[in-house]
């Protein structure tokens, strides 16, 4: 009789649920997906409205499917890490991840491999367009004024600011400027930390214009120590109703704006792509969802897996365009 | 008067209570743990904010992360291993008194000045904010060039060892700090093709690598110091009164500079202790006992990191403007509790803005008794055998830096600033001025080229403007002075040489 080494019943113990779930799973997920808890992976660090749009939809989630959503934040390397890890996620629907407009930037920069087609686009949840602004204290009534005011000035001598380098606000300008007939750099980008800093600046007198999304300029518009003169937008804001878009204004046809949106690893089944998407239609006509968006004034918008896929190519496109024209596209 | 009143009844709810209470105990146990911040404690709480009431969402911030910055000296003075950034500049100190037998004495001080440090800013929030934040929006670029420029020459000035080893620790610091992608080009620098390190280095994993991790690797290779005789712990607050009293000079001045570091958007408690310390230590009468366990220090910083937390609200409520990385979470909390920062929350919302003072006040005030208790519990391991507390530290350690993005490369970061600090110090370089170095670094750098973009790439702006001018004379002087010094004392010595050739 051999002896039952210690070892030997260890391995088998633990191989034992191994087994069982390697025979159980496929059998499960093809007839009620999901049985299990979901992680959904956010790119960026806690505490951002990134990670905040990505609890909420976690937890609205959580209703829908009756099983837990969990946010995972993945950073690093300035969202490629975590765009990165959804991407080489496992396709059976337990781990999804909020794709953010950045995707459709790095690649042109040459950061990364990585391109929108690499994803299952499952839902796009937030759209929020940039605003133009301007600091109370600055002449220009309008934004024909202020448009007036750029072309007169010798390139390079108005300021803008409000991200990094190549940042997605950068890029609005780029596209508003060009789509006036001017050259990208006829404003000078100014880099900066995020919005936050750039409207600070603004108000501090350091620069001149600050093309950052309306909810980031909101805490100094309603201090009444900025002015937005327009959306780059198709239509106006419902929530700030007052500022006019560029077309209706100035008659210049751009619009562009920062997207979130929910995907999976390329080759999700479609079953549980379609379930996935069906969910997040109704999170995002939720009462619950349209309070918290509201709330933190950003954008509402849906489309569903295709819509968001197509608006992702466009996207691309745009930012190709506006970073080759910046020259700031290294492929 | 009757929103006063209002603001009492808001925080008098049970729930409110409660949310200070608990989230008072979880910021001294996260603060205390190496590697967590304070900036964790407030992020790791966002989701909870989503089930409460408005106070009570903002009050659990605010308590956790006072709490949090305190509760980060524990560790340092018990192990030197600081719990938060914020912590690191007078560590050392704080661990001399450790070793010198005065433990208790070193947390009383930490706990009452942090109190009063966190009970005076909030007397400077409640009376000038409208004021304080005109000051801060009259900061450009241009004034934070000088003042980063300044906070970088608190390295040498904190130093014990030589001044060019401080110097040295810096720069690689700043070197450090130019890795990545978050650089005013927006460029990947110094990447070598790695995805992780676009993001660049943060300063927690340098911090805990330096600190903690090289502590360990120092206990395993040096004989077990000789235990700290046994004794009854003495009183905390016992003394602290007449060290009030004795360093009252300094304690205002730490009070007055944390509210001015607060308030400037994006320099934050880590700074503010920083300057603090190091004019305790230009201004002293005995500038030589410093490092040695001498209060006057830990007095003047540790209040004024506590005071620049009030503070860093100011702009936060006035002009959602983050004053620090711990407010820039709490302005999304606000907005989705619909207490929107703007002047109107002063006025149409005081009740809710008397309710945020008086919780600021009662969480200072709990802090008191609650961090007693938690001292206690953690001078436990000043009797706990060292080979049983550094298999726990460096657990910790990997923890805290993997939560921080559930990224496996920051535990690779902490081992590589572990073996860096252990090298250094063995050399005799202060890790303190290299962490100063890589939390600095971007702010010089971005202050200064986005000024020369603003200017086109003239420097008259940076003597031009007002405010830059004073914190320009301010630095050339801090510059100049020893060199001067130097000059005026070689002089007097001249006349003298050349007397017995001339003889």
């Given at each position: 009789?051999?002896?039952?080494?210690?070892?030997?019943?260890?391995?088998?113990?633990?191989?034992?649920?191994?087994?069982?779930?390697?025979?159980?799973?496929?059998?499960?997920?093809?007839?009620?997906?999901?049985?299990?808890?979901?992680?959904?992976?956010c790119?960026w660090g806690a505490g951002g409205g990134t990670d905040a749009t990505a609890r909420i939809?976690a937890s609205l989630?959580?209703?829908?499917?009756?099983?837990?959503?969990n946010v995972?934040n993945?950073?690093?390397?300035?969202?490629?890490?975590?765009?990165?890890?959804?991407?080489?996620?496992?396709?059976?629907?337990?781990?999804?991840?909020?794709?953010?407009?950045?995707?459709?930037?790095?690649?042109?920069?040459?950061?990364?491999?990585?391109?929108?087609?690499?994803?299952?686009?499952?839902?796009?949840?937030?759209?929020?367009?940039?605003?133009?602004?301007?600091?109370?204290?600055?002449?220009?009534?309008?934004?024909?004024?202020?448009?007036?005011?750029?072309?007169?000035?010798?390139?390079?001598?108005?300021?803008?600011?409000?991200?990094?380098?190549?940042?997605?606000?950068?890029?609005?300008?780029?596209?508003?400027?060009?789509?006036?007939?001017?050259?990208?750099?006829?404003?000078?980008?100014?880099?900066?930390?995020?919005?936050a800093?750039?409207?600070?600046?603004?108000?501090?007198?350091?620069?001149?214009?600050?093309?950052?999304?309306?909810p980031e300029?909101r805490a100094?518009?309603d201090a009444?120590?900025?002015?937005?003169?327009?959306?780059?937008?198709?239509?106006?804001?419902?929530?700030?109703?007052?500022?006019?878009?560029?077309?209706?204004?100035?008659?210049?046809?751009?619009?562009?704006?920062?997207?979130?949106?929910?995907?999976?690893?390329?080759?999700?089944?479609?079953?549980?792509?379609?379930?996935?998407?069906?969910?997040?239609?109704?999170?995002?006509?939720?009462?619950q969802y349209?309070e918290f968006m509201k709330s933190r004034g950003f954008?509402?918008?849906?489309?569903?897996?295709?819509?968001?896929?197509?608006?992702?190519?466009?996207?691309?496109?745009?930012?190709?365009?506006?970073?080759?024209?910046?020259?700031?596209?290294?492929? | 008067m009757s929103d006063l009143i209002d603001g009492f009844i808001m925080v008098g709810q049970m729930d409110v209570l409660v949310a200070i209470l608990l989230s008072a105990i979880y910021g001294l146990v996260v603060g205390s743990l190496?590697g967590l911040s304070a900036t964790m404690a407030t992020a790791l709480l966002v989701p909870v904010t989503f089930y409460l009431s408005p106070i009570a969402a903002v009050a659990t911030i605010i308590s956790a992360s006072a709490m949090a910055i305190f509760s980060g000296d524990i560790?340092?003075?018990?192990?030197?291993?600081?719990g938060t950034p914020a912590s690191?500049?007078?560590?050392?100190?704080?661990?001399?008194?450790?070793?010198?037998?005065?433990?208790?004495?070193?947390l009383?001080?930490g706990l009452w000045f942090s109190a009063i440090g966190g009970i005076v800013g909030t007397l400077s929030l409640m009376v000038m904010a409208p004021a304080l934040a005109?000051?801060a929006?009259?900061?450009?670029?241009?004034?934070?060039?000088?003042?980063?420029?300044?906070?970088?020459?608190?390295?040498?000035?904190?130093?014990?060892?030589?001044?060019?080893?401080?110097?040295?620790?810096?720069?690689?610091?700043?070197?450090?700090?130019?890795?990545?992608?978050?650089?005013?080009?927006?460029?990947?620098?110094?990447?070598?093709?790695?995805?992780?390190?676009?993001?660049?280095?943060?300063?927690l994993?340098?911090?805990?690598?330096?600190?903690?991790?090289?502590?360990?690797?120092?206990?395993?290779?040096?004989?077990?110091?000789?235990?700290?005789?046994?004794?009854?712990?003495?009183?905390i607050l016992?003394?602290?009164?007449?060290?009030?009293?004795?360093?009252?000079?300094?304690?205002?001045?730490g009070n007055?500079?944390g509210i001015i570091i607060g308030v400037l958007p994006g320099a934050g408690a880590d700074?503010a202790a920083?300057?603090?310390?190091?004019?305790?230590?230009?201004?002293?009468?005995?500038?030589?006992?410093?490092?040695?366990?001498?209060?006057?220090?830990?007095?003047?910083?540790g209040a004024s990191n506590n005071a620049s937390l009030a503070s860093g609200w100011v702009p936060a409520l006035l002009f959602g403007i983050p004053g620090d990385t711990i407010t820039a979470i709490a302005i999304g909390v606000l907005y989705m509790k619909g207490l929107n920062p703007g002047p109107t929350l002063f006025t149409e919302r005081a009740s809710s803005m008397y309710a945020l003072y008086i919780i600021f006040i009662l969480a200072n005030i709990i802090m008191i008794p609650l961090g007693i208790l938690m001292i206690r519990l953690a001078?436990?391991?000043?009797?706990?055998?060292?080979?049983?507390?550094?298999?726990?530290?460096?657990?910790?350690?990997?923890?805290g830096?993997?939560a921080t993005?559930?990224?496996?490369?920051?535990?690779?970061?902490?081992?590589?600033?572990?073996?860096?600090?252990?090298?250094?110090?063995?050399?005799?370089?202060?890790?303190?001025?290299?962490?100063?170095?890589?939390?600095?670094?971007?702010?010089?750098?971005?202050?200064?080229?986005?000024?020369?973009?603003?200017?086109?790439?003239?420097?008259?702006?940076?003597?031009?403007?007002?405010?830059?001018?004073?914190?320009?004379?301010?630095?050339?002087?801090?510059?100049?002075?020893?060199?001067?010094?130097?000059?005026?004392?070689?002089?007097?010595?001249?006349?003298?040489?050349?007397?017995?050739?001339?003889?």
């Amino acid at each position: 009789m051999t002896p039952i080494s210690r070892r030997g019943v260890l391995l088998g113990a633990a191989a034992l649920p191994l087994a069982g779930t390697a025979l159980a799973r496929p059998a499960l997920a093809q007839t009620r997906y999901p049985v299990r808890p979901l992680q959904l992976i956010c790119p960026w660090g806690a505490g951002g409205g990134t990670d905040a749009t990505a609890r909420i939809v976690a937890s609205l989630l959580e209703r829908e499917l009756g099983q837990p959503v969990n946010v995972v934040n993945r950073t690093g390397g300035s969202g490629v890490v975590g765009h990165a890890a959804i991407n080489a996620s496992n396709p059976d629907g337990y781990t999804i991840g909020i794709i953010t407009v950045e995707i459709t930037m790095m690649h042109w920069q040459g950061l990364t491999p990585l391109t929108y087609a690499d994803y299952t686009p499952l839902g796009l949840v937030n759209r929020d367009a940039p605003g133009v602004q301007v600091s109370a204290s600055a002449p220009y009534k309008d934004i024909k004024a202020l448009a007036e005011a750029i072309k007169a000035a010798p390139p390079g001598k108005l300021k803008a600011s409000g991200t990094g380098q190549g940042g997605i606000w950068h890029l609005a300008l780029v596209g508003w400027l060009q789509a006036m007939g001017l050259k990208p750099d006829h404003v000078r980008w100014v880099p900066s930390n995020g919005a936050a800093p750039g409207m600070q600046d603004l108000v501090a007198g350091g620069i001149d214009i600050v093309p950052c999304s309306i909810p980031e300029a909101r805490a100094m518009l309603d201090a009444g120590r900025a002015r937005s003169l327009a959306i780059m937008a198709p239509q106006r804001d419902p929530l700030f109703p007052d500022i006019p878009t560029l077309k209706e204004s100035l008659g210049v046809e751009y619009q562009t704006a920062v997207w979130r949106g929910i995907g999976g690893p390329p080759k999700l089944p479609a079953e549980i792509a379609a379930k996935l998407t069906a969910a997040l239609e109704k999170v995002a006509k939720s009462e619950q969802y349209a309070e918290f968006m509201k709330s933190r004034g950003f954008g509402m918008d849906w489309a569903d897996g295709a819509g968001f896929g197509k608006v992702m190519a466009e996207t691309d496109k745009a930012m190709g365009e506006a970073m080759r024209a910046a020259g700031l596209a290294k492929s | 008067m009757s929103d006063l009143i209002d603001g009492f009844i808001m925080v008098g709810q049970m729930d409110v209570l409660v949310a200070i209470l608990l989230s008072a105990i979880y910021g001294l146990v996260v603060g205390s743990l190496p590697g967590l911040s304070a900036t964790m404690a407030t992020a790791l709480l966002v989701p909870v904010t989503f089930y409460l009431s408005p106070i009570a969402a903002v009050a659990t911030i605010i308590s956790a992360s006072a709490m949090a910055i305190f509760s980060g000296d524990i560790p340092g003075c018990l192990l030197r291993i600081p719990g938060t950034p914020a912590s690191a500049a007078y560590t050392d100190e704080a661990y001399a008194m450790t070793r010198k037998g005065q433990a208790e004495m070193a947390l009383g001080i930490g706990l009452w000045f942090s109190a009063i440090g966190g009970i005076v800013g909030t007397l400077s929030l409640m009376v000038m904010a409208p004021a304080l934040a005109e000051v801060a929006l009259n900061f450009s670029s241009f004034e934070y060039f000088w003042l980063a420029v300044l906070g970088l020459m608190c390295a040498t000035l904190v130093a014990r060892s030589s001044p060019v080893k401080a110097i040295a620790s810096m720069l690689l610091g700043l070197l450090f700090s130019c890795i990545g992608m978050e650089n005013p080009a927006g460029a990947p620098r110094f990447t070598f093709g790695m995805t992780d390190l676009l993001g660049g280095i943060e300063p927690l994993p340098a911090l805990v690598g330096v600190f903690a991790l090289s502590e360990v690797m120092r206990a395993l290779a040096t004989a077990e110091p000789p235990p700290l005789p046994r004794r009854k712990f003495g009183s905390i607050l016992a003394g602290q009164w007449s060290l009030t009293r004795r360093f009252q000079w300094p304690m205002w001045r730490g009070n007055v500079v944390g509210i001015i570091i607060g308030v400037l958007p994006g320099a934050g408690a880590d700074m503010a202790a920083w300057v603090s310390y190091a004019l305790s230590k230009r201004f002293s009468k005995t500038p030589e006992k410093f490092g040695t366990g001498h209060p006057e220090g830990l007095v003047e910083a540790g209040a004024s990191n506590n005071a620049s937390l009030a503070s860093g609200w100011v702009p936060a409520l006035l002009f959602g403007i983050p004053g620090d990385t711990i407010t820039a979470i709490a302005i999304g909390v606000l907005y989705m509790k619909g207490l929107n920062p703007g002047p109107t929350l002063f006025t149409e919302r005081a009740s809710s803005m008397y309710a945020l003072y008086i919780i600021f006040i009662l969480a200072n005030i709990i802090m008191i008794p609650l961090g007693i208790l938690m001292i206690r519990l953690a001078t436990r391991v000043l009797r706990a055998p060292r080979a049983s507390i550094m298999p726990v530290i460096l657990m910790l350690c990997a923890m805290g830096a993997f939560a921080t993005g559930n990224n496996l490369f920051a535990i690779l970061l902490v081992g590589f600033f572990g073996v860096l600090g252990y090298i250094m110090e063995r050399n005799g370089y202060p890790v303190a001025a290299l962490v100063l170095g890589i939390v600095m670094g971007s702010m010089v750098e971005q202050s200064f080229v986005t000024s020369l973009i603003k200017s086109d790439n003239s420097l008259l702006p940076f003597f031009e403007r007002p405010i830059s001018a004073v914190l320009a004379t301010i630095t050339l002087a801090a510059l100049l002075w020893p060199v001067a010094a130097w000059l005026i004392r070689r002089r007097r010595r001249a006349p003298r040489r050349p007397a017995p050739q001339g003889g």
